[in-house]
Structures are given as structure tokens and as C-alpha cells.
């Protein structure tokens, strides 16, 4: 028998039933069966995983898997009742409540991940869109921000999208709350990836800004989609969350509604969004258009900086740096900068007629819509070589580095990994020896973290080409 000390401790659960505070009131009795059925057709087992995770406020590891072992037993369903739709929530985690009450917070978000999976299933999976075009897709992307009433037409530019990782140092995640009361305090509304870290950070330093200008009207976003909700679950401050179908669609959904994005330090999944929108900003169509892009961090994340920068010069040539700025440990310049950018953002869509809540003006290929689906194959066979347009070669990165993601937090990635062993990515050999130094360089700065302190080991394997 073991020691009653070595015994792990219970997990405290409750019991509740709640309602809706806003937003979503009724459904269908289809979209309730649906949300109930845990078949391979069904949303159950989806709406079990982003509200555990929504639950898991605070709590959650970079294991996505960690919540779901630790609330085994944690179930969710949907009530349809004569005056509108309930949650049933069975043993979910007791810190989501005060007093036998949840959290309003928590219920606002739960409702929003419901609202979400019903769209996403009824309207964009049932082919309500034409998901074979460019246009179709963009279409869905603002179908679904429309749908979470994100999108308004009577403010002008003030949303700043801030990317950078969940795993950051104290110093770095200090200096994005910094940032943040900058931007507040200029009337800034601030989106993110909704988790913690950087993602955190320059919300709550601009709640604090917010109300010293006695701001009332905010909007805290939080961008996120099914893959990627387990292991950065929404922070606290988020009011508005959106989980977006893939990830494809997430990140135009940022860059369709950002009038500027912030980078803070991070790891795999902010080069990802880097390369993502340089992809975007180097494309021919796009010249001429403003976007204001700014890479900061305090002064210890210099050299982190630095190597991104040399990378992205290396790949792509070093015309790429005209489309950010770097700023080091100056949060109320990188506001005064932001502010400057997003007045230009402003005058030029004054003279194009172009709405202020969603960018139609940016040309997206094809190529960084689509869902890519990082299998082993898939990820072999990328093209990594310069022997192309600039924008196409970034986009081929990017999924590169999306690949790398999935095999570190999303579920299917990580089964993958462990069922047929890392990723292989070949490619130019300057660039993959870059890359390799890059990506090793995340690891000893521990921004690709394994929970409980164990070494990282790398998901995937660097080829360069003979």
C-alpha cells in the first residue's frame, strides 16, 4: 500500500447548470443534437476540448493532453429548454467557480466556443462558402467574425494584434504588459492568440490604462482555433473569443482585422505568424498598402531579435526589413510608432473606400489559405529552396514552421511524432543550417517547453539538400 503522502491529491469538481449571459440564447434542436453526439460525425468530443480548456483558465501546461488526464472525467452538454439553451457542466474544474457560481468571464467564453462550433459546423463545413476560391474562404473568415459581433463599423482603427509566445521569461512578459498600458493609454483595443505570456501581457497592461483614461467600451480579443485551444487556453481578460475552424483561417482573421501588429519574443509559433504575414506583405499585389509591423522586446531579447532578423534577410533578402521596424526597449516609442502607422492605415482607406473593421484590400494566395495538414509527407516534401518568389518561399516556410508546432502542442501532431518518429525537412542548405541554428537557439532560450521541466526533444530533423 503507498504512503497516504505519495497519494495523489483529489481534484476538486462541481456540478452546475448555467445560462447565457449575452449573446448566443436559442438553437435548433439539429445543432443540439449534434453538439450532444460524440460520434466521429459529431461536435461533442470538439466541444468538450475547447470548453475544458476554457474551464482550465490559468491552469493549463504545454501538454494539450494535460487538462484532458486531469479531468478525465469532465463531460459537457448542451440543454435546450423552453426558455433557451443551458450548459450542463459534470466535474468541471472547481477553480472556474466562486461560491458555487461560475465565473461570468467563463460562462461569456464557454457560450462563445458553443456559438462558434455551431457556425463553423452549419454554415462554413455544410458549404456555405466556397472554400475553392480565395475569395470564398475570405468570405468565411469574415462570415465567422461577423457572426461573433467582433466586427464594427463605427470605430475607427484602433486594433492592435500582438503576437509572441506563451512560454516567455518574466522580463519579457513585464515589458509586453508595458507595451500594452502604452497602447491603452492611446485608446488602443488589443487582439491576441487569447493565451497567457505575450499573449496576456498587453492585455492587462492596457486594462490598467483603460481605466486611467476611464475607458469603458474595450475589446480584449482572443484569436484562437480547435488545434491550439488546449495548450494555451484563453487568458482571463479576454472578452471576445473566437475559435476559428484552422489555423489558415486564424491568421487571417488577424490580418484582416489588425490596423497593426506588435511581435513579441517567441518560439515556433510566432515565426510562423512572421512568415505568415511577410508572406502577405512581400506579394506584388500588396505594394503600397500600409501595414504598420513592429518586432520588440526588452533589452535582454536584443540578440533574440537579431537572429530573427538575419533569418528572415537570409531567406528572403534584405528588402524584407522595410517591412518592419525593430524597437528594443522602448514600449512608448513602439506606441507612438503604432499610432503613427495606424493614422496612415486610416487615411488610406479613407481614400480607397475601404472599410476600417476588415481588411478586403490585402491580397491572400491561395497557398497560405488552404489547410495544411503536417504529416510526414507533407512536410518532406515542402519546397525549401530560394529558386522562387519571395512570397512563395515564405508562405513554404511558414508551414514549415507550422509543421514543427503541431508536432510540439497539437494532439494529432504529437501522436504523429510519437507513432512515426520526427519530421523530416530538407531543403537549401544555407537555409536549412539557418534554420537548425535558429530552432535550436528556441530550445536553449526554453521557448519550446515540455511541462514539468523534462528536455525538450525536437520533433522534427533537419536535411539539407546534397
Known sequence: ???????????????????????????????????????????????????????????????????????????????????????????????????????????????????????????????????????????????????????????????????????????????????????????????????????????????????????????????????????????????????????????????????AIIVFPGGVGTAEEILYLLGILLHPANAGIPFPLVFTGPRQSAAYFEQIDRFLRLALGDEVSRNYQIIIDDPERVAREIAKGIEEVREYRLENKDAFFFNWALSIDEDLQRPFRPSHEAMAGLNLNRDQAQHDFAADLRRAFSGIVAGNVKIEGMRAIEEHGPFLIRGDDQIMRALDELLASFVAQERMKLPGGAAYEPCYRIIAAD
Open 1 to 259: 500500500m503507498k504512503h497516504p503522502e505519495l497519494q495523489p491529491l483529489p481534484v476538486a469538481t462541481v456540478n452546475a447548470r448555467i445560462a447565457p449571459t449575452a449573446g448566443l440564447d436559442v438553437l435548433s434542436r439539429q445543432e443540439v443534437a449534434r453538439l450532444r453526439d460524440a460520434s466521429a460525425g459529431g461536435l461533442h468530443l470538439l466541444l468538450r476540448r475547447c470548453a475544458l480548456a476554457v474551464l482550465s483558465q490559468g491552469q493549463a501546461k504545454d501538454d494539450p493532453r494535460a487538462a484532458i488526464e486531469l479531468y478525465s472525467d469532465f463531460d459537457i452538454q448542451v440543454v435546450q429548454q423552453d426558455r433557451g439553451v443551458r450548459l450542463e457542466l459534470i466535474n468541471a474544474p472547481a477553480h472556474a467557480f466562486v461560491d458555487g457560481e461560475i465565473i461570468r468571464g467563463i460562462s461569456e467564453l464557454l457560450f462563445a466556443v458553443v456559438r462558434d462550433i455551431v457556425y463553423v459546423s452549419t454554415q462554413v463545413e455544410a458549404g456555405s462558402f466556397d472554400l475553392e476560391t480565395s475569395e470564398g474562404i475570405t468570405h468565411a473568415v469574415f462570415d465567422i467574425l461577423r457572426n461573433a459581433r467582433v466586427l464594427r463599423a463605427d470605430v475607427d482603427p484602433n486594433l492592435v494584434v500582438c503576437w509572441g509566445g506563451h512560454s516567455i521569461s518574466r522580463k519579457e512578459y513585464d515589458y509586453t504588459k508595458l507595451v500594452g498600458y502604452q497602447l491603452g493609454l492611446r485608446g488602443m483595443d488589443i487582439c491576441t492568440g487569447c493565451g497567457p505570456g505575450a499573449m496576456k501581457g498587453p492585455m492587462k497592461g492596457a486594462t490598467i490604462a483603460h481605466a486611467k483614461q476611464r475607458r469603458r467600451k474595450n475589446c480584449y480579443i482572443g484569436i484562437t482555433e480547435p488545434g491550439i485551444i488546449a495548450a494555451e487556453s484563453p487568458n482571463p481578460i479576454v472578452n471576445n473569443l473566437i475559435i476559428m475552424p484552422d489555423i489558415e483561417k486564424r491568421l487571417e482573421a488577424f490580418v484582416r482585422t489588425a490596423h
